[in-house]
């Protein structure tokens, strides 16, 4: 992968076409190595909740500069959109990256990272969950269950201690789950997403 990476670049430059063509390198997240004794990608823990995001675009993209905010890959359709000046559709739901990839930082953008999971049962058994990561804290919601998690991703970066019942963080446990009630109405989640049933499969009790 480096090395077909490095021949686009490399045919770009020599081509002159490097100086008005951005590049956006991603991947899909990140992916367990023991980490919480997983492997896999499934959970909301940060090993897997991350994903790299590279932009080279000459004149616009400061070398070597880096952005800290929260973005989604629900923004880069979007960002692409908006770079290549076409309006983008109202009813898409992420945001265009352009102001930060200009070095700016809006005072309007998200506070809160929404992820849900929904594909249970299914092959990796991971129980339906969903959440919100603010810059330090993370609130997840095992829906199936009634059951939560929440880290302060300052003091506890490996996500080894939950403090949902801890009452030092009852505040700011209250702001996230509303929050987390804010994105599922933003977003318009159903209430209890699955995936749609094969043909002639039966019903499986939970």
């Known amino acids: 992968l480096d090395t077909n990476v490095g021949r686009v670049l490399d045919y770009l430059e020599e081509t002159g076409l490097d100086k008005n063509t951005v590049v956006i390198y991603s991947s899909d997240q990140g992916f367990y190595l023991g980490d919480h004794n997983w492997f ?4 909301m823990y940060e090993p897997s909740l991350k994903q790299p995001l590279l ?9 070597g500069s880096v952005n800290q905010q929260m973005v989604s890959n629900l923004d880069f359709a979007e960002t692409m959109l908006e770079v290549a000046g076409v309006q983008v559709p ?3 739901q992420g945001q265009s990256l352009l102001p930060l990839l200009e070095g700016k930082n809006p005072d309007d953008w998200r506070d809160y990272h929404f992820y849900q999971y929904y594909e249970f049962p299914g092959p990796h058994s991971v129980f339906r969950h969903r959440g919100v990561r603010s810059e330090r804290y993370k609130l997840i919601e095992f829906y199936q269950v009634d059951e939560f998690e ?14 949902i019942d801890d009452p030092a963080y ?3 446990i209250l702001k996230h789950r509303e929050a987390l009630k804010a994105m599922l109405k933003k977003y318009d989640v159903p209430e209890d997403v ?5 043909e002639g499969s039966k019903k499986r009790k939970m």
């Not at 699955?194 to 094969?198: D, E, L, S, T, Y």
């Open 40 to 43: 896999d990608k499934r959970f």
């Open 55 to 63: 932009v080279k675009w000459p004149g616009v993209v400061k070398p």
């Open 90 to 92: 109202a009813e898409m």
């Open 150 to 163: 929440f880290y302060d991703l300052e003091k506890d970066p490996h996500e080894m201690h939950n403090v």
């Open 170 to 172: 009852s505040d700011v």
């Open 194 to 198: 699955a995936p749609p049933k094969k």
